[in-house]
């Protein structure tokens, strides 16, 4: 089945040099995707719009999140398809991006994506962002994220737990959300503040000319 919006000339206007590793990432998807439970069978033909050129819109607030640091970290939670780690990570190959996610198959894809993509700038590590938080109290060597970025992961009264305690001082939590984003930040206030999260707030993220734009939940780390 072919997507929509194959051969558009605005693929390449939107993701520029990250094009060609994005095009192998979605041929990949395209074949695979939906028998490996990665996309549902409705998304076969919308790959591009829905999954990857969303996941590319958060990489402006990324680059504003680690402008002026030394080591661009970022921490992708919950990293599952590889949205939005993988393209963010082909988006931004000066960025060094850590995915998370705890579950094995998905962890192989991941690995078998960032390789045929050739993306250097990824390590994909197994676990839970719990047990990741726990490592990096224990060991010091372990230095928490100048941004953490995550897509449909879970709540915001949960999400603060998870992706908060990763960041460091002045970091930011970059995190696609549907248009309930408002309401949830609203129902996670207490839980933001008590992770040392402030400033939480909706942006609009642009996609593409032509196409709805997507919500993204900014907070800074105190």
């Known amino acids: 089945m072919a997507d929509q919006l194959d051969g558009s000339p605005m693929l390449r206007e939107v993701l520029g040099d990250a094009f060609e590793p994005l095009r192998v990432f979605h041929v990949k998807l395209a074949e695979e995707g939906e028998p490996r439970g990665l996309i549902g069978p ?19 607030f990324v680059r504003e999140a680690t402008a002026g640091e030394r080591f661009k970290t970022v921490a ?24 998370i996610e705890p579950m094995e198959r998905r962890v192989a894809w991941l690995k078998e994506c960032r390789d045929a993509m050739g993306l250097r700038n990824v390590s994909v590590f197994r676990a839970r962002s719990e047990e990741v938080i726990d490592a990096m109290r224990r060991d010091r060597d372990l230095h928490p994220y100048a941004a953490v970025t995550c897509r449909a992961v879970a709540p915001m009264t949960k999400l603060a737990g998870w992706t908060l305690p990763l960041l460091k001082p002045h970091g930011r939590l970059v995190a696609l959300k549907g248009r309930s984003a ?14 040392r999260g402030v400033n939480p707030r909706v942006v609009e993220a642009q996609v593409g000319p032509g196409l709805e734009p997507t919500h993204v939940v900014l907070v800074d780390k105190r």
């Open 42 to 60: 409705r998304d076969v033909d919308i790959i591009w719009e829905r999954h990857i050129l969303n996941s590319a819109a958060i990489v402006p």
């Open 76 to 99: 992708d939670v919950g990293s599952g398809g590889g949205f939005p780690g993988l393209v963010a990570a082909a988006c931004l190959p000066d960025h060094e991006f850590t995915l």
């Open 182 to 195: 408002q309401a949830e930040i609203d129902k996670a206030v207490k839980e933001i503040g008590k992770r």
